[in-house]
């Protein structure tokens, strides 16, 4: 598995995997995809200079987001292609993330939202939830 940090020029496939891994968890949770909404999400979360591609045999199966806070280190987004899940890769990419603020001496956190199939992810790589806001939990390993 190997990261490439990502470019405008991947604005596109981005936005089109947000969909492929959003869209039936926020029907399930909110009722219905809103096109224009989530078109408002993704440009806001979109900043080119903080996703990395992943790449596995250099097959692209997704991206993930890591901000480095001076208190903990927060996975904003982790998103694996429909097509690539349940294969192991967002288990191996969490590990990686946790054992690199392991590293730093930091704890990691992340906020999924309640109907995320990911829950269960979380929690079995060690994750606890910690609080949780109106539509998600936010969990924090150590």
Do not use: S
């Not at 992943?54 to 904003?76: N, S």
């Amino acid at each position: 598995m190997r990261f490439l940090q990502a470019v405008a020029a991947d604005k596109e496939y981005f936005r089109r995997l947000n969909r492929a891994c959003y869209e039936d968890v926020i029907t399930r949770q909110f009722g219905a995809w809103d096109e224009v909404q989530q078109n408002v999400n993704f440009e806001f979360k979109w900043p080119e200079n903080r996703f990395r591609k992943i790449y596995v045999e250099d097959v692209l199966v997704g991206g993930v987001w890591i901000d480095d806070g001076p208190e903990f280190i927060q996975l904003r987004e982790l998103q694996i292609h429909p097509d690539f899940q349940g294969q192991g890769i967002g288990t191996r990419v969490v590990k990686k993330e946790i054992a690199q603020a392991q590293n730093q001496g930091k704890p990691i956190r992340l906020r999924v939202l309640f109907q995320n199939r990911a829950v269960e992810l979380y929690k079995w790589v060690g994750f606890k939830q910690i609080d949780q806001n109106e539509h998600q939990f936010i969990m924090e390993c150590n």
